[in-house]
């Protein structure tokens, strides 16, 4: 199993970030999906999933600002963040929902104020 994030960066408050994972080694079109992320200093926390129907899931730190979205003929999950705030600075992870998978070196976000 191979996940590998992409996407991240420095982005201003307010600014928008599409991420991006693409998994290999799996039935990806089987498996409900999910970003989870790391912030300095805390637990890591799941952000959104997608089912393989297509349902979709936040938490409420990025609800109405946050779009996950699957592409399963290119076995890749997305996350569109918009509004971004500072304290969604951490490293993000897609992994299959409830982390079922080896986790992959993630991409990181920073957001300045």
């Known amino acids: 199993v191979q996940l590998v994030e992409s996407g991240g960066g420095l982005v201003q408050a307010g600014g928008s970030l599409r991420l991006s994972c693409v998994a290999s080694g799996i039935f990806f079109s089987l498996n409900d999906m999910a970003w989870y992320r790391q912030a300095p200093g805390k637990q890591r926390e799941w952000v959104a999933s997608?089912?393989?129907?297509?349902?979709?899931d936040y938490a409420d730190s990025v609800k109405d600002r946050a779009t996950v979205s699957r592409d399963n003929a290119k076995n890749t999950i997305y996350l569109q963040m918009n509004n971004l705030k500072p304290e969604d600075t951490a490293v993000y992870y897609c992994?299959?929902?409830?982390?079922?998978?080896?986790w992959g070196k993630g991409t990181l976000v920073t957001v300045s104020s």
């Open positions: 992994n299959g929902l409830y982390a079922k998978f080896s």
């Open positions: 997608v089912s393989i129907t297509g349902h979709t």
